[in-house]
């Protein structure tokens, strides 16, 4: 579908608000709704400094539901989350892992497996059927070394307060509030 340049606007600017409002800090108490931790760590997957790797988890299984991009060229991570959405697993996501730094887009075969081993890493690590999201730089594979070693110290920072996600070291990942955690589920 294309949007004239009018509806492009328009959905730029809808946008652009969503995403400041998930910038802005909750009221105190209100940082995770209860059943879900986060964590954001450093691992050197992005060339500058600050974290780039972030793990969302309920404690309990969601039911997950996605929209994807009609593009031919779907990059590793949607094609391995949509095959999850389309299995038994839809109902017992427990997860969502995302790096920033390498989109794991144009890899071929090759990020697919590095996108399917991060599904598994996490659920070594008790963070069954994750959702996959990457960002950054096109055509680079995923260093699954630094991922591994991040997924694991991710896991040990889990929390449902600041602890786990400092808003002031996290200028790339906006903690998240009810309001969007509610809305992506």
């Known amino acids: 579908m294309h949007l004239g340049p009018l509806s492009s606007h328009f959905l730029r600017r809808q946008m652009q608000r969503a995403f400041s409002t998930l910038a802005t800090p909750p009221r105190a108490g209100l940082r995770m709704p209860p059943g879900f931790l986060a964590a954001g760590v450093r691992t050197g997957i ?3 400094a600050g974290l780039d790797l972030a793990l969302i988890r309920s404690t309990v299984p969601c039911s997950a539901a996605g929209v994807f ?11 391995v989350c949509r095959e999850l959405l389309a299995s038994d697993a839809a109902g017992a996501v427990e997860g969502i892992v995302i790096n920033s730094g ?14 399917r081993r991060t599904v598994e890493l996490a659920g070594e690590l008790g963070v069954r059927n994750a959702l996959v999201m990457s960002t950054g730089v096109i055509g680079p594979f995923l260093p699954m070394d630094k991922l591994a070693e991040g997924l694991q110290a991710a896991a040990k ?3 449902a307060d600041e602890q786990g996600w400092p808003p002031h070291v996290c200028p790339g990942f906006p903690p998240p509030t009810v309001r969007s955690l509610v809305s992506a589920s």
């Open 102 to 115: 390498c989109a794991n887009a144009c890899t071929g075969e090759r990020g697919l497996r590095d996108a």
């Open 157 to 159: 920072e889990l929390s």
């Open 46 to 48: 992005k060339k500058r």
């Open 69 to 79: 991009t009609k593009n031919a060229f779907a990059a590793a991570p949607v094609q």
